[in-house]
DNA sequence: TTCACATATGTAAGCCCTTACATTTGCTAT
DNA sequence: ATAGCAAATGTAAGGGCTTACATATGTGAA
């Protein structure tokens, strides 16, 4: 069932077809619904390579994410696909991991596929030069780039950031300013956001004189073991360094901190302050409940797709937004003594 | 750039460029390694719409996902996505929502792109009628589709489940057999597999004589709101429902019950026994940590990869597959008082 | 050397659309 | 009635690839 047929069928030429097809101005309303009738009647679909292959784009945008399995990822992707369609698009989803030949490899493959567009996700490896020069700079080349929570100076290359570093640099004040003056730094991401965050916590605690690289703490194992994450702190513990308080890069590394704590018999927060990151659906399920900074990340998401389509509908778009986060004070946290 | 400018630069015609493309026998050694070093030193990229229009496929798979943020299903995507590029397929990734049109329209476009096969995850919707009927069996009529948790007994309708009505009848069977009478089944999905799950503890509990339709609860709210659902489980307390144990469709309803005993004051699992499933992240996050069953969603993704593969390949496949899950034990339940 | 045959390469016909350009139709203004 | 013009429709040329078929090249046996 090609264009043919329905032209022969309603008795016009394909280019009629065609031009229904696409809401061409240029067709007589009766010729209209008479291809429309003929279509639905014999269930016409066009092709979408033939199409693609005349207009040279199938209206596709590629998404990069290292591992959609991580909840943050995840719900950037969620949110991503969603408003893409909205808007028109679809999305071709490709889950690279960590290891830099995939990556390489799934940006060839989305370009093969002519997408329009390409997003990337949680790109903690941005700063691998190899990647950034050769194969981002290359991609961009063709068509736009974006950029969730990372930042690239390179032409046709747009970022959306939260501002990361402020976010943490204020909990780290807060924190601080509540009393606890030996705040342990806990991460597990090199990735643009995570640098930023930890850029922050050390100009807090710099600012406060408190600042000890002790107390700042790469987690390396699995992303999702909470239990290997307890045991790094409580291993910490036992060689004696001493910390009353936690700032996590993600929720879940908070939650090992409660989970220490616990297991170190600290009240939660008098002895033990506790904040996270993400504001995710872990930080209101442990107890207490985790104070945590929210990133507005649908709100970059929808911004990251505005800006998107902004520039394919060709148009100056701005090569970077920031938007700032808050933080969530709930449980783990102590309030700020005011003094009256 | 295109097939013609590369075999103009390596001498040679377009089919040879072509058969080096696609790995064909026939062509020499020596014209290979040339067609393949100009194809490197001029950057060349096949144009996928044409080749799709030449193929009549693009090695693309539909996925289907009602809503990929929910963790268990972004884990699903995840497996799926990963499995089916280790085959040469890529993934075109639709987000649904729950709205039944949306749906449709989703299904629609995914045939519209030519994709080879359609992959639906999280299927709560299996069920209603329209969408069984029309849409489902008129997909399958041209590609193979793939039910994750779900069956449908259609031509070319292949379905990977778990076997929750046996996982849940044991669980229920045994926190039962532990000592707790009254065990409040906890739920938020209608899907096949909730509905298996359900007839699993009703089967356990009508057998052992403790059935009894109040306990049997919906909970209509977001999938993310414990605190929702810990209220809920409250609300069901003041109006006078007892009981002592909850076992959960998913392990986030299970940490709702693990919060509401907290604040009733019931020590868990002495007084008080919770079971979650699907043994995600969240069960190791809490105190005490969940016991939940794992129903080996890496396991049911893989195979179903392999089985859509063999579709594809022409092969003949079952038509649905089984696994059973395990139960996880952790803290929330009581272990068997061992007679000796 | 020559023939038969296998292997390597080339030619050209699709695949199904879009769209520039050509042609026809239907009006209005004269 | 007719020129003149806009709107509707048609024709045909790609777009970049695959592949059946035709042709050329190379091999070993007679």
Redesign the interface.
């Known amino acids: 069932m090609t264009i043919y047929d329905v032209s022969e069928k309603a008795g016009v030429s394909i280019a009629t077809v065609s031009r229904v097809l696409n809401g061409s101005k240029n067709v007589s309303e009766k010729t209209r619904t008479k291809v429309l009738d003929t279509i639905r009647q014999c269930g016409y679909?066009?092709?979408?390579?033939?199409r693609?292959?005349g207009l040279?784009t199938?209206n596709?945008i590629g998404?990069l994410c290292a591992?959609?399995?991580d909840?943050y990822l995840?719900?950037a992707?969620?949110?991503i696909?969603?408003k893409l369609?909205a808007n028109g698009y679809?999305?071709?989803?490709?889950?690279t991991?960590y290891e830099l030949d995939d990556k390489i490899s799934s940006i060839?493959?989305l370009?093969?596929?002519?997408v329009d567009g390409i997003i990337l996700v949680g790109s903690n490896f941005i700063y691998e030069k190899d990647f950034e020069n050769k194969y981002i700079s290359d991609a961009a080349a063709r068509i736009p780039v974006m950029l969730l929570n990372a930042v690239l100076d390179v032409p046709n290359v747009y970022s959306i950031v939260s501002d990361d570093f402020t976010s943490m640099y204020q909990a780290a004040l807060e924190m601080t300013e509540n009393g606890v003056r030996d705040v342990l730094y806990f991460y597990n991401s090199t990735s643009y956001s995570g640098k930023k965050k930890l850029e922050g916590y050390r100009a807090a605690m710099a600012e406060k004189e408190l600042l000890s690289e002790a107390l700042i703490q790469y987690f390396p194992g699995s992303h999702?073991d909470?239990?290997a994450m307890t045991k790094h702190l409580m291993t910490l513990n036992r060689q004696g360094l001493r910390f009353h308080g936690v700032l996590a890069s993600d929720d879940?590394l908070a939650?090992a901190a409660v989970?220490f704590a616990?297991e170190m018999h600290y009240r939660i927060p008098e002895d033990f302050s506790v904040s996270g990151y993400n504001n995710s659906?872990?930080a209101?399920?442990?107890?207490p409940e985790l104070t945590s900074i929210d990133n507005k990340l649908e709100t970059l998401c929808q911004h990251l797709i505005t800006i998107l389509v902004g520039v394919l509908a060709g148009n100056e778009m701005p090569k970077k937004t920031v938007f700032s986060g808050e933080i969530i004070k709930r449980g783990t946290t102590r309030r700020p003594c005011r003094i009256t």
Chains 1, 2 share one sequence.
């Open positions: 679909t066009p092709n979408a390579f033939a693609g292959l040279n199938m596709t998404i591992d959609s399995s909840p995840a719900k992707v969620y949110y696909e969603r369609r679809d999305s071709l989803l490709c889950c991991g060839r493959l370009l093969t596929k002519k999702e909470v239990h879940i939650l989970k616990k659906m872990l209101t399920c442990c107890d």
